[in-house]
């Protein structure tokens, strides 16, 4: 069974930082690129982060580019979301998920809580 | 910015409903490379995949729901409407070099 937790949210100041971690299992971790997306309060989703497979690309929102950083452990199965000079406005739930054939997020998270205040 | 959809939608037992999803050029409306997925969302939960694809249905995923796409308007319609339809439903597109666009999202209810 494919699987993703996520962890690592929590309570933060404006201008502080958080590392999001997502553990994975079930299924070629390395083939598949993975993505983060996050939800504010109330609100709709949006996408905030891809990475490929290999991690040799990456790629981010306008609204997180230049403060946040996707990365990934693939000896570890592992996708990381660095999260620096956090705004009131990223305080979101965040999910990863699994990107399938033909561009689409098949298999997603339970999600993490940012709140930052 | 976000793909446009109906803020809600409604309907009766049994009946069919359409949402639909407005993007533009740069996204649904671009020329070949383009992919629309739809996700459900209970209150509380995590999103689940529907259609990948624009109208692919993953392994699963009840043939009551159905995808299409014209022009810059992709659609999603819930045939039978049951109860446990009763969610939040967005709209993607995949913009190309690993940038998505999500819809604002569409709440069904069931009356």
């Known amino acids: 069974e494919v699987q993703l937790f996520e962890s690592g949210g929590d309570l933060v100041q404006p201008g502080g930082s958080l590392r999001l971690s997502c553990a994975t299992s079930?299924?070629?971790?390395?083939?598949?690129?993975m993505i983060w997306v996050r939800q504010a309060p109330g609100k709709g989703l949006e996408w905030v982060s891809t990475?490929?497979?290999?991690?040799?690309?990456?790629y981010y929102a306008d609204s997180v580019r230049g403060r946040f950083s996707i990365s990934r452990d693939n000896s570890k199965n592992m996708l990381y979301l660095q999260m620096n000079n956090l705004r009131v406005e990223d305080t979101a739930i965040y999910y990863c998920?699994?990107?399938?054939?033909?561009?689409?997020?098949?298999?997603w998270g339970q999600g993490t809580t940012v709140t930052v205040s | 910015s976000a793909l446009t959809q109906p803020a809600s939608v409604s309907g009766s037992p049994g009946q069919s409903i359409t949402i639909s999803c407005t993007g533009s050029s740069s996204d649904i409306g671009g020329y070949g490379f383009v992919f629309v997925s739809w996700y459900q969302q209970h209150p509380g939960k995590v999103p689940k995949l529907l259609i990948f694809d624009d109208s692919d249905r993953p392994s699963g995923v009840s043939e009551r729901f159905s995808g299409s796409r014209s022009g810059s308007t992709a659609s999603l319609t819930i045939s039978g409407l049951k109860t446990e339809d009763e969610a939040d439903y967005y709209c993607s597109s995949y913009k190309g070099n690993g940038a998505y666009v999500l819809g604002t999202g569409t709440k069904v209810t069931v009356l």
């Open positions: 998920a699994k990107e399938r054939e033909y561009y689409a997020m098949d298999v």
């Open positions: 079930g299924f070629s971790f390395r083939d598949s690129a």
């Open positions: 990475i490929s497979g290999s991690g040799g690309s990456r």
